[in-house]
């Protein structure tokens, strides 16, 4: 026997019903104005811990704007790989993200991986999850 034959898989979760639960973000539109041209989404904990205005910021801050941020600097990075010669699918970057307690700096990954029907897409990440 060549290879094992696992069948039929017992549960999938696809990319859409994800972005559907709010598990994943699509931000592929402020993505592309920042200079991302695949899909783009970020994971829920990213929303939460990055792009989420703390209660005493509101005002100060908005979304969208900590949301350009995220989005920009993942495209900073793109093209410093580009300019690098580096190949691969995962890219780490940082950003300084104000919190209620002061500034902290997440470590973010960019990973371009199949979307429901293999085309490409990116996915922005806390590296732990990837």
Known sequence: MSGV????PIYTYSRAQAIEDGELVD??????????TLP??????VWVECVEVPENLKGRQDEQGRLWDVVYMASLAVRAAVRAGKHGDRLP?????????GH????LLLVVGPGDTAEPVVTIEYPEYD
């Open 5 to 8: 034959e696992w069948g039929e």
């Open 27 to 36: 931000v592929t539109a402020i993505a592309k104005e920042a200079g991302l």
């Open 40 to 45: 783009t989404v970020v994971t829920r904990h």
């Open 93 to 101: 970057f940082a950003l300084r993200v104000r919190k209620a307690e």
């Open 104 to 107: 902290r700096v997440a470590r």
